[in-house]
Structure formats: C-alpha cells, structure tokens
C-alpha cells in the first residue's frame, strides 16, 4: 500500500495518531478573499450591473410608494445607496418622512393585508414595526404622529471599488 502525498506536520501527526480514519482536503475556492475572512464574489458584467442597480433602486422606490399609499402617509422618497451584508455588494434604500394619519398598533394588520410578514417590534417608548416582502425589509419608526419609513432591498453585487463610490461619493466630506 503507498502512503499518501505528505500533508504538513499537523495532518502528518493527525494520521500516525489516526491511521483508521481518512482524511480529505478540499482545495481552496477560487473566489479571493480578504484577511478579514469575508469572501467577495466577483463582480457581474458592468453593463448587467448597471441594469442590476437601476432595478433595485426602481424597486424600492416604487414598492415604498405602494407602502406610503397603503399606509396614507404623504411624503417624498428619497432612494440612496448603503453597504450591502457581504463585501462588494450594495443594497438600495428608500426613506420617506411624513405625518401618519391612523394608529401605530394598526401598521402590522395593513401590512400583512397586502402581503408583508410584519410585526410590532416595539411600542414603548417609540413605536417600531418591521417587515419583510420578497427579500425587502422594512422598518417604521412612529414619534409623535410622524413615521419615518426605511426600505432596503437585496444586495447588488457591484464590486468593492463601485460599492464605496456608491456608498460614500468622492464629492462628500464624510467627516
């Protein structure tokens, strides 16, 4: 029987200790990876994601209209870029401002008639409720008769260096 490829010192010990048990290593992804761990996909054609971050921010602007409408809370949307949860990703974000005309305890039961999985996460001493509709989180904010209503959407992976100038613009002092 020929002895397998030597595998380190640590795997070497691990086998003479061992000798019953087999050992298989898998060779490493070809997605590269920071020293932090986080792995970045990489990134789609520039032409498909420039398609890609035009749909997302079209989503949740249109989707937040629906929920402002739903809600009848008068306001202007704002649609900006954030971080997304994984490196090189962006998420588009609508917020909108305005007065809420009914109670904050009935938010959850509109949302829900119209599809969404919400709930009243907090109710003292500022009302919250946050919600989710295909792959949208949403969260209102009540104080003082007033919402502040906060959508994001999916991640768009666009790449790190188009990820930060979406993110935080050159032309913006961030501190």
């Given at each position: 029987?020929?002895?397998?490829?030597p595998?380190g010192?640590?795997?070497e010990?691990?086998r003479d200790r061992?000798?019953?048990?087999?050992?298989?290593?898998?060779?490493?992804?070809?997605?590269?990876?920071?020293?932090?761990?986080?792995?970045?996909?990489?990134?789609p054609?520039?032409d498909?994601?420039?398609?890609?971050?035009e749909?997302?921010?079209?989503?949740?602007?249109?989707?937040?209209?629906?929920?402002c409408?739903?809600?009848?809370?008068?306001?202007?949307?704002?649609?900006?870029?954030?971080?997304?949860?994984?490196?090189?990703?962006?998420?588009?974000?609508?917020?909108?401002?305005?007065?809420l005309?009914?109670?904050?305890?009935?938010?959850?039961?509109?949302?829900?008639?119209?599809?969404?999985?919400?709930?009243?996460t907090?109710?003292?001493?500022?009302?919250?409720?946050?919600?989710?509709?295909?792959?949208?989180?949403?969260?209102?904010?009540?104080?003082?008769g007033?919402?502040?209503?906060?959508?994001?959407g999916?991640?768009?992976?666009?790449?790190?260096a188009?990820?930060?100038a979406?993110?935080?613009?050159?032309?913006i002092?961030?501190?």
């Amino acid at each position: 029987m020929t002895r397998p490829a030597p595998l380190g010192p640590m795997y070497e010990r691990f086998r003479d200790r061992h000798p019953d048990v087999t050992l298989v290593l898998l060779p490493a992804d070809d997605v590269g990876s920071d020293p932090a761990g986080a792995v970045e996909a990489s990134p789609p054609d520039p032409d498909l994601a420039a398609h890609d971050l035009e749909q997302a921010r079209d989503d949740v602007g249109s989707l937040l209209t629906d929920v402002c409408a739903l809600l009848e809370v008068e306001a202007r949307i704002e649609v900006d870029w954030r971080s997304g949860s994984r490196a090189g990703a962006v998420q588009a974000t609508a917020t909108a401002h305005g007065p809420l005309p009914g109670l904050p305890a009935e938010i959850p039961s509109t949302l829900r008639s119209a599809g969404w999985h919400a709930r009243l996460t907090s109710s003292s001493p500022v009302p919250c409720v946050d919600a989710r509709l295909a792959g949208h989180a949403l969260r209102i904010v009540v104080h003082r008769g007033r919402a502040v209503l906060t959508l994001r959407g999916d991640d768009v992976v666009v790449g790190r260096a188009r990820s930060r100038a979406l993110v935080a613009p050159e032309r913006i002092s961030r501190g």
